[in-house]
């Protein structure tokens, strides 16, 4: 069973979530060898930059059982359950909702 770490970094473009980039610390089966403009590695990662692959407004997943996903944002992290779907989704939300939000977050 796989235990290393991978992790894809994604940004917001237009409405649309986009894969950027990724990296991860081995290669092996499913594992593009193609993927973005540049692969390179670095302190033990491999690295794929450039990917440039459009999501589109929302991302489904599903957790493993076994597995420990991380949603990171920022400086936050989201621990994610094991064994289930979670979807990240781009919304438009007013400017009250967002500034609501922003104290909310930083109170804690």
């Known amino acids: 069973m796989e235990k290393e770490e991978w992790e894809e970094m994604f940004v917001v473009e237009d409405e649309e979530i986009v894969l950027d980039s990724t990296r991860f610390k081995t290669f092996g089966a499913g594992v593009p060898n193609d ?27 599903r ?9 990171i944002k920022g400086d936050e ?20 909702h967002a500034i609501e939000y922003f104290i909310a977050t930083r109170m804690r």
């Open 35 to 61: 993927a973005g403009d540049d692969t390179f590695i670095k302190d033990g990662w491999v690295y794929m930059t450039g990917i440039n692959q459009t999501i589109g407004k929302q991302l489904v997943t």
């Open 63 to 71: 957790t493993g059982k076994t597995t420990e996903h991380r949603f």
């Open 77 to 96: 992290v989201f621990k994610l359950e094991p064994s289930q779907p979670y979807r990240i989704a781009v919304e438009n939300i007013n400017l009250w």
